[in-house]
């Protein structure tokens, strides 16, 4: 396969770190806006000849349909903010490359009514393409990092293998990561941590569809595992509840995640300032959105690994029954930072995401999943996809919980 890996920041280069020595990478292009980040990328890989530099602006989507032709790239993977996604995902199209990313083309809130009825919902814009594709015979796998992605591929299994019927898929995200010497850092982007904390929260029930509450709506103390402990979780927009009512039978699917109050106040001062808006204003005669001052004024997750302690964890918790018998179970992965520094030299949050689109990469490659059209991670069959995650170091535990 090769691939054009458009961004390299911690999760593309946690990416290119995972994928290079794999025998089904022929090539990786790495493709950034910063070369001097693709270059400090590449001097970390053992066959850097696998890697060639490109600059890219994840915004021309001419300029990204050139590099793709010009490298006869196989996919082209989505590992930049979701701002950009539909430059990238329309040059996929146009070159005829298959396509991937991990996080779905951005919602807009209802006019009138946000908290209630969804305007643009995530993915959208993609999915209103979904014929075309088809008709291309190509394919664009939306939503393939951790969560989304290892959290859809863990609903397909319960579906597949635990569970007759399901009353709710109910995705979860906690941890305990610390990050010394900062009172604020963000362990991945805060572009992204923007976005999907203060929009909307969708949540999906048969008989409704999807509708919408407030952000940081109904706080619950979730138990995670593996010596984590119990963190507080609460509502926030995230793609796997676009996602998963598309292709699997269920009453009710939500995401919360483990955010501490903290996080939120820091959030919701932001939104109250109006330093969320991604809308440029006037400084002293410069055009500058708000949001990107706030990214710029923050450390870089992908330079904070070593100072980052603790773990994080995703998981899918499955309500339903089994042979007759009400059922819980909880899906997870857990990602360890000073293990991931150790053994990669990738922080915690960017290695967990990063091994699902490898993993995906090679699954494509050898056609054991294939298709047409936009699809999410759930609409594949997930044993093979889970039969391969211990080759990647990459275990996942199956917790039944109490009723």
């Avoid at 280069?13 to 590449?42: C, G, H, S, T």
């Avoid at 909307?200 to 103390?221: H, K, L, Q, V």
């Avoid at 939120?264 to 991604?278: A, C, E, P, Q």
């Avoid at 923050?298 to 899918?316: E, Q, S, V």
């Amino acid at each position: 396969m090769k691939v054009l890996l458009i961004g390299v920041g911690g999760v593309g280069e946690a990416i290119a770190v995972i994928a290079q020595n794999r025998p089904w990478l022929e090539k990786m292009v790495l493709v950034d806006y910063n070369l001097e980040r693709a270059r400090e990328v590449r001097q970390k890989l053992g066959t850097p000849q696998k890697f060639p530099l490109e600059w890219g602006d994840a915004r021309d989507e001419s300029q990204l349909v050139a590099l793709a032709r010009k490298h006869n790239v196989d996919l082209i993977m989505n590992a930049v903010e979701p701002r950009y996604n539909m430059p990238i995902f329309n040059a996929a199209y146009q070159a005829g490359c298959t396509y991937m990313d991990m996080a779905m083309s951005l919602s807009s809130p209802h006019p009138t009514r946000p908290y209630q009825e969804c305007g643009v919902k995530l993915g959208d814009a993609q999915f209103e393409q979904a014929g075309a594709w088809e008709r291309k015979g190509l394919l664009a796998l939306v939503g393939m990092g951790a969560d989304p992605g290892l959290s859809d591929v863990f609903a397909r299994y319960a579906e597949k293998h635990l569970f007759d019927t399901i009353d709710e898929i109910a995705i979860r995200d906690g941890g305990n990561l610390e990050v010394r010497g900062y009172e604020f850092a963000p362990t991945f982007s805060i572009w992204t941590t923007i976005e999907e904390c203060l929009n909307p929260p969708i949540i999906w029930e048969a008989g409704r569809g999807w509708t919408t509450t407030e952000p940081f709506s109904d706080p619950e103390t979730f138990e995670f595992p593996e010596g984590i402990g119990p963190v507080m979780c609460v509502n926030v927009e995230h793609e796997e509840v676009v996602l998963i009512p598309r292709w699997i039978k269920c009453r009710r699917v939500t995401f919360k995640y483990g955010l501490g109050e903290k996080f939120i106040g820091v959030l919701k001062t932001l939104h109250m300032l109006g330093l969320d808006r991604t809308t440029p204003v006037n400084v002293k005669g410069v055009q500058v959105a708000p949001r990107d001052v706030v990214a710029a004024c923050l450390p870089d997750p992908a330079h904070l690994g070593h100072r980052m302690t603790g773990k994080t964890c995703m998981g899918t918790w499955v309500k339903g029954t089994k042979d007759g018998r009400p059922r819980q179970v909880f899906l997870y992965q857990v990602a360890d930072n000073q293990t991931c520094m150790a053994k990669y030299g990738l922080q915690a949050v960017a290695w967990q995401t990063a091994v699902n689109p490898v993993i995906a990469m090679e699954l494509l490659e050898a056609g054991v999943w294939r298709g047409a059209g936009v699809l999410g991670p759930e609409a594949f069959d997930p044993d093979p996809f889970i039969a391969r995650m211990a080759a990647y170091d990459f275990p996942y535990g199956i917790r039944e919980e109490n009723q």
